[in-house]
C-alpha cells in the first residue's frame, strides 16, 4: 500500500472498492510497531484512512507475547532503533545487556540505513553463546523505502539462527500473527 515514503493510490482505490462491493479490510503489517503508529505512518504517507477498516501488526503481536510470558521485570536485550522503544512502554521490562538477559527482542537494525547484519555479527555470536531466545518483530528480510533497500529485523534473526541459536518470528508469513 505504499513504499516506505508514500502511498501507491491504486492499492488504496483497490481496497477502497473491495471496501464497498465485498466487506471489511484488514491490513496485516510486518511493522514492528503498535497499531496505531502504523495507522500515524500510514497517514503520513498519504494512504486514505477509508481504505481499511483496522490494522494488524507483527509488532503488536510481538508485544502480545511479551505480556503473555509476563514482562514486568523480565531482563530483555533490545536490539533496535529508538524510534521502537514505545512498542515495549509499560511493559515493566529491565532493558540490560546480553550477560544479564534471559531473552532478545529485536525490532530492526539500529541504523537501517547504512548498516548490515554483518555489523551485528559480535552480538548475536554473544547472543548464542548465552543461549537467547530472539522474539523478531518484524521478520522481514529487507524492505524498500522509496528507492533504497533496507534490512530489517528478519536478516538479524535469520544470522542468528545461522549461527545456532532460535529465533521467533511475529508476522506474515509466520503462525503467531
Known amino acids: 500500500i505504499h513504499d516506505g515514503k508514500a502511498a501507491h493510490p491504486a492499492a488504496a482505490e483497490a481496497l477502497q472498492h473491495f471496501r464497498q462491493k465485498h466487506g471489511p479490510v484488514v491490513l496485516l503489517?510486518?511493522?514492528?510497531?503498535?497499531?496505531?503508529?502504523?495507522?500515524?505512518?500510514?497517514?503520513?504517507?498519504?494512504?486514505?484512512?477509508?481504505?481499511?477498516?483496522?490494522?494488524?501488526?507483527?509488532?503488536?503481536?510481538?508485544?502480545?507475547?511479551?505480556?503473555?510470558?509476563?514482562?514486568?521485570?523480565?531482563?530483555?536485550?533490545?536490539?533496535?532503533?529508538?524510534?521502537?522503544?514505545?512498542?515495549?512502554?509499560?511493559?515493566?521490562?529491565?532493558?540490560?545487556?546480553?550477560?544479564?538477559?534471559?531473552?532478545?527482542?529485536?525490532t530492526g537494525l539500529v541504523d537501517d540505513l547504512t548498516e548490515t547484519p554483518a555489523d551485528y555479527a559480535d552480538r548475536l555470536k554473544a547472543m548464542r553463546e548465552k543461549g537467547l531466545t530472539m522474539l523478531c518483530a518484524n521478520p522481514d528480510l529487507v524492505v524498500h523505502r522509496g528507492a533504497q533497500l533496507c534490512y530489517c529485523a528478519g536478516a538479524l534473526a535469520k544470522e542468528y539462527e545461522k549461527l545456532g541459536g532460535a529465533a521467533i518470528y511475529y508476522g506474515k508469513p509466520y503462525l503467531p500473527i
Open 29 to 106: 503489517t510486518n511493522a514492528p510497531r503498535l497499531t496505531s503508529e502504523v495507522a500515524a505512518q500510514c497517514a503520513q504517507y498519504g494512504v486514505p484512512e477509508g481504505c481499511y477498516d483496522a490494522i494488524v501488526s507483527s509488532g503488536a503481536a510481538a508485544r502480545a507475547e511479551l505480556e503473555r510470558r509476563g514482562a514486568d521485570g523480565l531482563p530483555l536485550y533490545y536490539i533496535g532503533p529508538d524510534k521502537d522503544l514505545p512498542l515495549l512502554d509499560g511493559l515493566g521490562l529491565k532493558l540490560t545487556g546480553i550477560a544479564d538477559a534471559q531473552i532478545a527482542f529485536c
